[in-house]
């Protein structure tokens, strides 16, 4: 059984999320990172219905794929 998708996708995209501490911990940055690469446009994020910030986990995925290639930190 599935269940209908929801009108706004809301719930669709929150599911793909996750917190910007999450982020910063697969990325291997600090948290204040996270919040300079979403200013920089470089993380694309998802506000809660409480207000919360969350990055899509696409994104990270996409930055992820341009880490350096001797520390895996991001550039």
Not at 18 to 37: K, P
Not at 42 to 61: A, D, F, P, W, Y
Request: net charge positive; charged share 25%; hydrophobic share 35%.
């Amino acid at each position: 059984m599935t269940l209908p998708a929801p009108e706004n996708g809301f719930e669709t995209r929150i599911g793909r999320s996750v917190s910007l501490d999450h982020a910063a911990e697969l990325l291997g940055v600090s948290r204040r990172t996270i919040y300079n690469r979403i200013r920089e446009g470089r993380l694309q994020t998802v506000r809660t219905l409480g207000g919360s910030q969350r990055v899509l986990i696409e994104s990270v995925k996409d930055l992820r794929g341009h880490t350096s290639a001797g520390d895996g930190a991001i550039s």
